[in-house]
Nanobody
Framework: QAQLVESGGGVVLAGGSLRLSCAAS????????MAWFRQAPGQDREFVSA????????AYADSVKGRFTISRDNAKNTVYLQMNSLKPEDTAVYYC????WGAGASSSQQYDHWGQGTQVTVSS
């Protein structure tokens, strides 16, 4: 059974940086598209970033473009989200998601596997 475990969340001042990690097991990671979503209190889950199984293409939400970078290490079965220039509005629970043969879609419905989430809090 596939399992995704996020780590790296925490509390940071506005303008700071965090790097989230998502360790995958039980799925063919190198053939899986991976993504990050986030959900703030009282809001719907929203797309943040995605990377296709080939690693050649990455997609970002407009709100994070230029500040966040997604990457993957197939040798470690891990996907990362480097978050720089953090803003208070980035505060949310961040979720990792995966799909075999995924091309890096932005729709949460495209993903079969989800982690439990990691809290990111950005204080002003």
């Amino acid at each position: 059974q596939a399992q995704l475990v996020e780590s790296g969340g925490g509390v940071v001042l506005a303008g700071g940086s965090l790097r989230l990690s998502c360790a995958a097991s039980g799925l063919t990671f190198r053939l899986s598209g991976m993504a990050w979503f986030r959900q703030a209190p009282g809001q719907d889950r929203e797309f943040v970033s995605a990377i296709g199984w080939s690693g050649g293409m990455a997609a970002y939400a407009d709100s994070v473009k230029g500040r966040f970078t997604i990457s993957r290490d197939n040798a470690k079965n891990t996907v990362y989200l480097q978050m720089n220039s953090l803003k208070p509005e980035d505060t949310a629970v961040y979720y990792c998601a995966g799909k075999l043969w995924g091309a890096g879609a932005s729709s949460s419905q495209q993903y079969d596997h989800w982690g439990q989430g990691t809290q990111v809090t950005v204080s002003s």
